[in-house]
């Protein structure tokens, strides 16, 4: 071996010739007697090594068979013949002085009985090893079983372990390569026991350049254990030099290889929601893993079996042993557990043959992942899947399945990090990154992405929307970007006459955090670009979760207490500018208000929850700074919480609907002592949508929420409602039960609102949507979601306005047109003119002075209309859906298709052919056809289920 930091794919093979001279230990003891020397020549630019304390008292430095013993945590010198010769310490500081390295340090110990020996590799803080102090320590039981944690970035972070083959003692060799003089680089570890590799360039992190190495023993479950140290040595490594150690390579090794996986480049898969980011020094291989997840029988998502197929070659004879070829090849999985209920079983086949079931199979070697992680708190370990014998060299296929769901039958559920085969029988996979991976290490991959982690995860989102994206019917594109920009730009910017926010108020969500960030992406051209294409577009509004307590609490002056709540420490930076930028075109907000830093919620240790009590007086505080702060800027609503009749999700812990109502009470009372300007900071309740059916929110959720929040007087403290995803037919059940709630409370006239909704399926889809909600369901307001596609979490949300890299999509145009024509419009009357065609008759109120965009849309009369057959027949997304000629139009003026192109047509005789896209008629003159009132019309249809959208769900 000619360095230490080799690939591990190489190391075994190279073992087996070591002929470099041995590396002379810069420090180096047999504890033949007590000595306190040990240095490195500082000069060398080395650092320091040196003991600080080697001896103990009445010692007989004569003696030439000492050795060092742990008991109780504590050392001990004993002769040979094991009479105690007095206690003494053993702890080697090592002071740096330009980083240098890498090092070598090993070490014997004769473990005691079954205690734990530790071998310690950290700052001085030799009192709380070694769970508290940051550094690596090293552990293995008598029985063999090894384990190596960092406390990095949490306690007893473990980032490897396995079984060795158990001896009475253990030679343990810990190289350690360290960043240089300036920082640059990353710590790496390479572990052997007993001339056996375990760890190899695992990316250790911890901050300090000030360092001992410790030699503790711990006994069962934490309690201290006895071990005897034979002798110690720490050697500088260089390219020249190779460690002390004499590892035997053995024929085994020699021959053995391995062909390594990763899950998320299966050639073919249906797994749902598919390939998932967790970028984490202890997470995923390559920051990616494969996943399926989703409830049983979900709409538009495959049925199981759920499949994800390989292709992996076996090499030929001669590259993988000297003589013969290996009878069996193993296969190896990191998964999530074969036998937790929780988790559905994986099962696998080579070539289409015989299903083989992994259920009840247990994991080996260590774990890992990010358990802590709110959307990645899985944990991955490596499950021995069985042998492939007799595999002929050349091309083979693999199949994963997932056939049953988890043990309770509502979900499967199953994760999927690696694959690994090797022809080495003894080898157990432990970690993210074993031996024979061909992944590079976290820090490389933060390296190549930028230097951090966020860099990373911007990087893998990039990659991941792009590979899905086409897939979707968005036409995401360069061509396409440039085609709604010419279209877009040309328009012109509304003035307040414009605006008719009391009957129909465009509303956009997303022109915030994550997607404009100040300092990081907020003054780029492009998003500067998007804000003016939105306002010419014809947003009136922004709705925003900027001004929630936690997201303006400036966590910088915690100085590390959670619960430090001896005064308000907000943050405006962000809010500051998304306020600024809309009002540099008039258009307004909607605040998401609430949620306080998790230490003051009622849930503690989340922030999605009700206000502790006890803290209400900073919360009135909260509320009445940002209040004053952005009076008279266009604050139209403020919105308590979000969807708070889903409590599992957005009202958590013991949060009821009576704390939801003294919240709403003191948010009453912070906009009446703020006395807003006409017109701003009208107070709304619930944002629900758990309420869309009796069944969903069980027992404490849904629509027993919301009506106990009637029950105890919340519409004393509101000017409006709002619901989410309300604009399908079948919901009309769900609009209805709203509004005899509020019709109960004795305000049947305050607005209910639709504060989120998104586009649909198809790019066109959103005018129906803004249709039903304006006209349909008679709410003044309609959030369109999302500004920005995006990609989180295992799941692409592509019905954005802009792609993810703010380039304009075709749903912009959808907006526009959907502003021309129904913007400042009234419901005249809903018709039927051909079997399926859905038609919306608007009137220019006569006192209604704004002008739309578009040449010859201002007429008295708009008619927006589209056959509606997909959804009322559910018919499957790609479904060719038959057009019908329409006629009836009198005195037309002008037609457009949803993309704003004109529709040529004969202004004497007009008929159109009305599809699945819709159409918008400007006349001057009542169409011919029979006009229905609301309910006339949606008498026609059935009420039904539809899915409640929330994080990590698609529809």
Same mark, same amino acid.
């Given at each position: 071996?000619?360095?230490?930091?080799?690939?591990?794919?190489?190391?075994?093979?190279?073992?087996? #010739?070591?002929?470099?001279?041995?590396?002379?230990?810069? $420090?180096?003891?047999?504890?033949?007697?007590?000595?306190?020397?040990?240095?490195?020549?500082?000069?060398?630019?080395?650092?320091?090594?040196?003991?600080?304390?080697?001896?103990?008292?009445?010692?007989?430095?004569?003696?030439?068979?000492?050795?060092?013993?742990?008991?109780?945590? #504590?050392?001990?010198?004993?002769?040979?013949?094991?009479?105690?010769?007095?206690?003494?310490?053993?702890?080697?500081?090592?002071?740096?002085?330009?980083?240098?390295?890498?090092?070598?340090?090993?070490?014997?110990?004769?473990?005691?009985?079954?205690?734990?020996?530790?071998?310690?590799?950290?700052?001085?803080?030799?009192?709380?090893?070694?769970?508290?102090?940051?550094?690596?320590?090293?552990?293995?039981?008598?029985?063999?079983?090894?384990?190596?944690?960092?406390?990095?970035?949490?306690?007893?972070?473990?980032?490897?372990?396995?079984?060795?083959?158990?001896?009475?003692?253990?030679?343990?060799?810990?190289?350690?390569?360290?960043?240089?003089?300036?920082?640059?680089?990353?710590?790496?570890?390479?572990?052997?026991?007993?001339?056996?590799?375990?760890?190899?360039?695992?990316?250790?992190?911890?901050?300090?350049?000030?360092?001992?190495?410790?030699?503790?023993?711990?006994?069962?479950?934490?309690?201290?254990?006895?071990?005897?140290?034979?002798? &110690?040595?720490?050697?500088?490594?260089?390219?020249?030099?190779?460690?002390?150690?004499?590892?035997?390579?053995?024929?085994?090794? *020699?021959?053995?290889?391995?062909?390594?996986?990763?899950?998320?480049?299966?050639?073919?898969?249906?797994?749902?929601?598919?390939?998932?980011?967790?970028?984490?020094?202890?997470?995923?291989?390559?920051?990616?893993?494969?996943?399926?997840?989703?409830?049983?029988?979900?709409?538009?998502?495959?049925?199981?079996?759920?499949?994800?197929?390989?292709?992996?070659?076996?090499?030929?004879?001669?590259?993988?042993?000297?003589?013969?070829?290996?009878?069996?090849?193993?296969?190896?999985?990191?998964?999530? +557990?074969?036998?937790?209920?929780?988790?559905?079983?994986?099962?696998?086949?080579?070539?289409?043959?015989?299903?083989?079931?992994?259920?009840?199979?247990?994991?080996?070697?260590?774990?890992?992942?990010?358990?802590?992680?709110?959307?990645?708190?899985?944990?991955?370990?490596?499950?021995?899947?069985?042998?492939?014998?007799?595999?002929?060299?050349?091309?083979?296929?693999?199949?994963?399945?997932?056939?049953?769901?988890?043990?309770?039958?509502?979900?499967?559920?199953?994760?999927?990090?690696?694959?690994?085969?090797?022809?080495?029988?003894?080898?157990?996979?432990?970690? +993210?990154?074993?031996?024979?991976?061909?992944?590079?290490?976290?820090?490389?991959?933060?390296?190549?992405?930028?230097?951090?982690?966020?860099?990373?995860?911007?990087?893998?989102?990039?990659?991941?929307?792009?590979?899905?994206?086409?897939?979707?019917?968005?036409?995401?594109?360069?061509?396409?970007?440039?085609?709604? *920009?010419?279209?877009?730009?040309?328009?012109?910017?509304?003035?307040?006459? %414009?605006?008719?926010?009391?009957?129909?108020?465009?509303?956009?969500?997303?022109?915030?955090?994550?997607?404009?960030?100040?300092?990081?992406?907020?003054?780029?051209?492009?998003?500067?670009?998007?804000?003016?294409?939105?306002?010419?577009?014809?947003?009136?509004?922004?709705?925003?979760?900027?001004?929630?307590?936690?997201?303006?609490?400036?966590?910088?002056?915690?100085?590390?207490?959670?619960?430090?709540?001896?005064?308000?420490?907000?943050?405006?930076?962000?809010?500051?500018?998304?306020?600024?930028?809309?009002?540099?075109?008039?258009?307004?907000?909607?605040?998401?208000?609430?949620?306080?830093?998790?230490?003051?919620?009622?849930?503690?240790?989340?922030?999605?929850?009700?206000?502790?009590?006890?803290?209400?007086?900073?919360?009135?505080?909260?509320?009445?700074?940002?209040?004053?702060?952005?009076?008279?800027?266009?604050?139209?609503?403020?919105?308590?919480?979000?969807?708070?009749?889903?409590?599992?999700?957005?009202?958590?812990?013991?949060?009821?609907?009576?704390?939801?109502?003294?919240?709403?009470?003191?948010?009453?009372?912070?906009?009446?002592?703020?006395?807003?300007?006409?017109?701003?900071?009208?107070?709304?309740?619930?944002?629900?949508?758990?309420?869309?059916?009796?069944?969903?929110?069980?027992?404490?959720?849904?629509?027993?929420?919301?009506?106990?929040?009637?029950?105890?007087?919340?519409?004393?403290?509101?000017?409006?409602?709002?619901?989410?995803?309300?604009?399908?037919?079948?919901?009309?059940?769900?609009?209805?039960?709203?509004?005899?709630?509020?019709?109960?409370?004795?305000?049947?006239?305050?607005?209910? *609102?639709?504060?989120?909704?998104?586009?649909?399926?198809?790019?066109?889809?959103?005018?129906?949507?803004?249709?039903?909600?304006?006209?349909? $369901?008679?709410?003044?307001?309609?959030?369109?979601?999302? #500004?920005?596609?995006?990609?989180?979490?295992?799941?692409?949300?592509?019905?954005?306005?802009?792609?993810?890299?703010?380039? +304009?999509?075709?749903?912009?145009?959808? $907006?526009?047109?959907?502003? %021309?024509?129904?913007?400042?419009?009234?419901?005249?009357?809903?018709?039927?003119?051909?079997?399926?065609?859905?038609?919306?008759?608007?009137?220019?109120?006569?006192? $209604?002075?704004?002008?739309?965009?578009?040449?010859?849309?201002?007429?008295?009369?708009?008619?927006?209309?589209?056959?509606?057959?997909?959804?009322?027949?559910? *018919?499957?997304? %790609?479904?060719?859906?038959?057009?019908?000629?329409?006629?009836?139009?009198?005195?037309?003026?002008?037609?457009?298709?949803?993309?704003?192109?004109?529709?040529?047509? %004969?202004?004497? #005789?007009?008929?159109?052919?009305?599809?699945?896209?819709?159409?918008?008629?400007?006349?001057?003159? &009542? +169409?011919?056809?029979?006009?229905?009132?609301?309910?006339?019309?949606?008498?026609?249809?059935?009420?039904?289920?539809?899915?409640?959208?929330?994080?990590?769900?698609?529809?």
């Amino acid at each position: 071996m000619r360095r230490l930091i080799i690939p591990a794919s190489a190391l075994f093979l190279c073992m087996s #010739a070591i002929s470099a001279p041995a590396a002379t230990p810069v $420090y180096e003891d047999d504890f033949a007697t007590p000595s306190a020397a040990g240095t490195i020549d500082p000069a060398k630019g080395n650092g320091t090594w040196g003991p600080v304390t080697l001896f103990g008292q009445g010692s007989n430095r004569a003696e030439s068979a000492d050795r060092f013993a742990i008991e109780q945590n #504590a050392l001990t010198i004993t002769d040979a013949r094991m009479s105690a010769k007095g206690p003494a310490s053993l702890a080697l500081l090592r002071e740096f002085s330009d980083g240098a390295g890498p090092f070598l340090i090993s070490v014997t110990v004769r473990p005691g009985n079954t205690a734990w020996t530790g071998i310690k590799w950290g700052p001085r803080r030799l009192g709380n090893w070694p769970d508290l102090s940051h550094g690596v320590a090293v552990s293995i039981t008598s029985g063999g079983r090894w384990t190596v944690w960092a406390n990095d970035k949490k306690m007893k972070n473990v980032i490897g372990g396995g079984q060795i083959v158990p001896a009475d003692s253990y030679r343990i060799h810990i190289g350690i390569t360290e960043p240089d003089a300036e920082g640059k680089g990353t710590r790496r570890l390479t572990l052997s026991v007993n001339d056996t590799l375990v760890l190899s360039d695992k990316i250790i992190d911890y901050p300090w350049n000030r360092h001992h190495l410790v030699l503790q023993a711990l006994g069962k479950a934490g309690t201290p254990g006895t071990a005897t140290i034979d002798d &110690l040595s720490i050697e500088k490594l260089d390219e020249n030099n190779a460690p002390a150690t004499t590892a035997k390579a053995t024929a085994a090794n *020699l021959n053995a290889t391995g062909i390594w996986i990763e899950a998320e480049d299966a050639i073919a898969t249906n797994f749902h929601s598919g390939k998932v980011i967790d970028a984490h020094p202890n997470g995923p291989s390559g920051a990616l893993f494969l996943r399926v997840q989703t409830r049983k029988d979900q709409p538009n998502v495959p049925g199981p079996p759920y499949y994800a197929r390989y292709k992996f070659t076996i090499p030929p004879a001669s590259a993988t042993a000297r003589s013969s070829p290996p009878a069996a090849w193993h296969l190896w999985l990191a998964s999530t +557990p074969q036998n937790a209920g929780w988790a559905s079983p994986l099962a696998w086949r080579v070539e289409g043959g015989e299903t083989h079931a992994l259920k009840g199979s247990r994991w080996a070697g260590a774990t890992y992942g990010n358990p802590r992680s709110k959307d990645f708190g899985w944990v991955f370990g490596w499950v021995h899947a069985g042998t492939l014998d007799n595999l002929t060299p050349g091309e083979h296929e693999l199949e994963i399945l997932v056939t049953d769901p988890r043990g309770d039958g509502s979900q499967y559920v199953a994760c999927l990090d690696s694959l690994l085969l090797t022809n080495d029988p003894s080898f157990v996979p432990s970690g +993210p990154r074993p031996k024979y991976s061909t992944q590079s290490t976290f820090a490389e991959l933060v390296a190549a992405a930028g230097g951090t982690e966020r860099d990373l995860v911007e990087k893998l989102n990039h990659r991941m929307y792009y590979e899905l994206i086409g897939n979707t019917r968005e036409q995401v594109s360069q061509e396409t970007a440039d085609y709604v *920009l010419a279209k877009i730009a040309n328009r012109p910017l509304p003035g307040p006459e %414009d605006r008719a926010p009391d009957v129909t108020e465009f509303g956009l969500h997303g022109m915030e955090k994550p997607f404009v960030v100040v300092g990081r992406n907020a003054e780029t051209p492009e998003v500067t670009r998007a804000y003016e294409l939105l306002a010419r577009a014809g947003v009136d509004s922004f709705r925003s979760a900027e001004a929630c307590w936690h997201r303006i609490h400036d966590r910088s002056t915690d100085n590390g207490n959670k619960a430090d709540t001896h005064a308000l420490h907000l943050d405006f930076t962000d809010l500051d500018f998304q306020v600024a930028s809309a009002q540099r075109y008039g258009m307004t907000h909607l605040f998401t208000v609430g949620y306080p830093p998790d230490s003051l919620t009622l849930a503690r240790n989340n922030k999605l929850a009700a206000c502790d009590p006890r803290h209400y007086g900073l919360y009135r505080e909260y509320l009445d700074v940002l209040l004053r702060r952005y009076k008279g800027k266009g604050v139209r609503y403020v919105e308590l919480a979000n969807e708070v009749d889903a409590p599992s999700v957005w009202w958590r812990g013991p949060s009821t609907p009576a704390h939801y109502v003294a919240e709403m009470k003191i948010l009453r009372e912070a906009v009446d002592a703020v006395k807003p300007v006409p017109d701003e900071m009208k107070t709304v309740a619930f944002a629900a949508t758990y309420s869309r059916d009796n069944e969903l929110g069980g027992p404490k959720g849904g629509r027993r929420f919301v009506t106990e929040a009637f029950n105890l007087g919340i519409d004393k403290y509101t000017d409006a409602y709002a619901v989410h995803y309300l604009s399908r037919l079948k919901e009309k059940d769900y609009h209805d039960y709203f509004r005899s709630e509020i019709a109960r409370a004795g305000s049947p006239d305050k607005p209910l *609102l639709n504060t989120e909704q998104d586009g649909q399926l198809y790019p066109y889809d959103g005018a129906k949507s803004f249709a039903r909600v304006f006209f349909l $369901y008679a709410m003044p307001r309609m959030d369109f979601f999302l #500004a920005r596609d995006f990609y989180e979490g295992g799941y692409l949300k592509p019905r954005g306005l802009f792609d993810i890299d703010w380039r +304009p999509k075709l749903r912009l145009l959808t $907006y526009a047109f959907s502003v %021309d024509a129904m913007r400042g419009r009234e419901l005249v009357g809903i018709a039927q003119p051909e079997p399926g065609v859905e038609a919306y008759v608007l009137k220019r109120p006569a006192g $209604y002075k704004g002008k739309p965009a578009t040449p010859g849309t201002d007429t008295l009369y708009s008619i927006v209309l589209w056959k509606n057959d997909r959804e009322v027949r559910e *018919l499957p997304a %790609d479904a060719e859906i038959q057009p019908a000629d329409v006629t009836g139009m009198r005195s037309v003026r002008a037609a457009m298709n949803w993309n704003l192109d004109p529709i040529a047509c %004969d202004s004497a #005789a007009p008929v159109f052919s009305i599809g699945d896209a819709p159409v918008a008629i400007y006349t001057d003159e &009542l +169409p011919s056809w029979k006009l229905l009132s609301r309910e006339q019309y949606l008498a026609s249809f059935e009420a039904g289920k539809t899915s409640a959208p929330l994080p990590g769900s698609v529809e």
